[in-house]
């Protein structure tokens, strides 16, 4: 079973003046999600350079759909979650950042939700 829920998103450009890691949320051109590395890297890179989208390189970014990210201390389900758009923390603090999701799922409710991880409706942010 898959543990993301994607739906729409949008081909983008990494215009941010630095890397973005595959997989982490990200906020750029006035749209937040998660970015998905679309080129393959040679094997000569080395394995830590291999989910690194480069800036000027192509990626997906899923707006929409249920995803899995890392958690932030203090996260519960229901909570509204932010993103900082200079960095890509993810917060609940709403000053001066802009709306990523609701969180829906957490470790402990039965959904097998890993450690560590969260599970953020990137649809509900329109809910607040």
Same mark, same amino acid.
């Not at 829920?5 to 949320?25: A, F, K, L, M």
């Not at 993810?90 to 990523?100: M, R």
């Given at each position: 079973?898959?543990?993301?829920?994607?739906?729409?998103?949008?081909?983008?450009?990494?215009?941010?003046?630095?890397?973005?890691?595959?997989?982490?949320?990200?906020?750029?051109?006035?749209?937040?999600?998660?970015?998905?590395?679309?080129?393959?890297?040679?094997?000569?890179?080395?394995?830590?350079?291999?989910?690194?989208?480069?800036?000027?390189?192509? !990626?997906?970014?899923?707006?929409?759909?249920?995803?899995?990210?890392?958690?932030?201390?203090? !996260?519960?389900?229901?909570?509204?979650?932010?993103?900082?758009?200079?960095?890509?923390?993810?917060?609940?603090?709403?000053?001066?950042?802009?709306?990523?999701?609701?969180?829906?799922?957490?470790?402990?409710?039965?959904?097998?939700?890993?450690?560590?991880?969260?599970?953020?409706?990137?649809?509900?942010?329109?809910?607040?």
């Amino acid at each position: 079973m898959t543990y993301n829920q994607p739906g729409r998103g949008t081909h983008e450009v990494n215009s941010t003046g630095g890397t973005i890691t595959h997989g982490n949320p990200v906020a750029i051109n006035n749209e937040v999600g998660i970015a998905v590395k679309q080129k393959e890297r040679g094997w000569d890179q080395g394995l830590a350079n291999r989910a690194i989208i480069d800036v000027g390189e192509k !990626f997906w970014l899923v707006k929409k759909g249920i995803v899995q990210v890392n958690t932030v201390a203090g !996260f519960a389900k229901g909570d509204a979650v932010y993103i900082t758009a200079a960095t890509g923390v993810l917060t609940e603090t709403s000053a001066g950042n802009v709306k990523f999701g609701r969180v829906v799922e957490v470790v402990g409710d039965g959904r097998g939700v890993p450690t560590g991880k969260v599970r953020i409706d990137l649809d509900a942010k329109d809910s607040f």
